[in-house]
Structures are given as C-alpha cells and as structure tokens.
C-alpha cells in the first residue's frame, strides 16, 4: 500500500489554509517537519504554525522532529492530536526509552535515519516501531539530490521487517 504524505514545509505560508485544504482533499496524511537549527543547521516552523494546521487538517499528522532531545516534546506533539511522532535515531540518547515514551502518550512511533546511518542500528527495537523513514538527502536542506544508495537502505528494510515479523512502515524523505 502506498500513501501520499506532503511535506508542509513545501507550502505556499503565504496561502496556507489552500495548501491545507489540498492535503485534505488529495493526500493521506500530513507531512510537519519541526527543525531547530541544531540538530539541522536549518530552522523552520513551531509549534504555533503545526497547531494552525491541525485545526484544519482532515488527515493524520505525522511530526516530524528534526530536533535534538525530541522526548521533551512529546505531550505538545500529542496536545496536536498528531498520529505518529517521528524522531530521529541520532538525536536520542536512550532511544527504547523515547521509543516507550511515546507509545505511552498514545502516538505511534516512527524512527527516521540519515542517510549515513545504517538500517541495521533498528536492529534492536524494530518490532517496536510503527513506522521507519529513510532520509534520501541530509535533513534539514530542501532542493538536494536523491542520495541513490537509499534505493538499497529501503530494500534492507524491507528485509528486516520482513525478517523480524514487524508492522512498521517504510518511508522515504
């Protein structure tokens, strides 16, 4: 099955409320992506503008945490009503334990990796997670080039699920 998640940080902010209303109408979820310009040297919106959407959005939220100690975060991303929090596996210290943190709060989980980190460091805590994303550019930069050796990650991925009898679903950014 595949589904259709536009990233917001693509939107015209300018004319909002119309890029909301088109996800609504056309994709399956939403794509936020929250950056603070330390974990990526880039910044982008906060909470203030992912409440906006929320408002307004018929489809899940799928919060996307380019951010370092993305646990603190966990009750705003639920206060959103967010589906799925998406955090990053080199930004948390103690990931089982964010990983637990988030079921708890009633969200599912997704795990993003770089592009230089190895599908087999979810070894350990895939049969956790609800949703696995592959970076397919260095995050925080729009307007790269595919990294083609992402084609390779996804198919180890799909292995180790497959292998290990987990439910995540695979992502590609």
């Known amino acids: 099955m595949v589904q259709i998640a536009p990233s917001m940080l693509a939107a015209d902010f300018l004319h909002l409320e119309k890029d909301v209303r088109m996800v609504n109408d056309y994709a399956d979820l939403f794509h936020l992506d929250i950056m603070d310009g330390v974990f990526v040297p880039n910044l982008s919106y906060g909470f203030p503008v992912v409440e906006a959407i929320a408002s307004m959005a018929k489809k899940p939220l799928d919060v996307h945490l380019m951010i370092v100690q993305p646990e603190k975060f966990i009750p705003e991303v639920k206060a959103l009503g967010a589906m ?32 230089a980190t190895p599908v087999c460091m979810l ?44 439910k995540a679903l695979r992502e590609v950014d």
């Open 123 to 166: 070894a350990d805590v895939i049969q956790d997670l609800d949703m696995v994303l592959l970076m397919a550019v260095n995050p925080g930069f729009g307007g790269q080039k595919f990294i083609e050796h992402t084609i390779e990650k996804v198919k180890e991925l799909r292995c180790m699920i497959e292998r290990t009898g987990s």
């Open 84 to 115: 799925m929090m998406n955090v990053h596996y080199e930004a948390c210290m103690h990931l089982h334990k964010v990983i637990g943190a988030i079921h708890e709060a009633g969200m599912k989980v997704g795990v993003t990796l770089n592009p």
